[in-house]
């Protein structure tokens, strides 16, 4: 059974930085994407970055030049580093996990709150 698990969320100033992380265990396809969502009360779920094997990263375009995504393959963890946040980026974060083909698995981690305020 595939867990992820994610630390790192808490309160923070605007301005301020945070950095997740997301530990997978159990079994799964070596070759595969993590990457992180959030959301917030009343709004969709929304990609904010990924990360696979090759390697290819993507982001959305509120986060772009603000975090940064990486990965430790032999540690099977997942880290998404947050710097100058912003009010906007309060939300749940989500770790999430897709196999690449023939499986095409699909996990999520129990998310962890991201609040900055001041």
């Known amino acids: 059974q595939v867990q992820l698990v994610e630390s790192g969320g808490g309160w923070v100033q605007p301005g301020g930085s945070l950095r997740l992380s997301c530990k997978a265990s159990?079994?799964?396809?070596?070759?595969?994407?993590m990457g992180w969502y959030r959301q917030s009360p009343g709004k969709t779920r929304e990609l904010v970055a990924t990360?696979?094997?090759?390697?290819?990263?993507f982001y959305a375009n509120s986060v772009k030049g603000r975090f940064t995504i990486s990965r430790d393959n032999a540690k099977n963890t997942a880290y998404l580093q947050m710097t100058d946040l912003k009010p906007e980026d309060t939300a749940t974060y989500y770790c999430?996990?897709?196999?690449?083909?023939?499986?095409?698995?699909?996990?999520w981690g129990q998310g962890t709150q991201v609040t900055v305020s001041s």
């Open positions: 159990g079994s799964f396809a070596s070759m595969n994407t």
């Open positions: 990360h696979n094997t090759r390697p290819f990263t």
């Open positions: 999430h996990l897709l196999e690449s083909l023939p499986r095409r698995g699909i996990y």
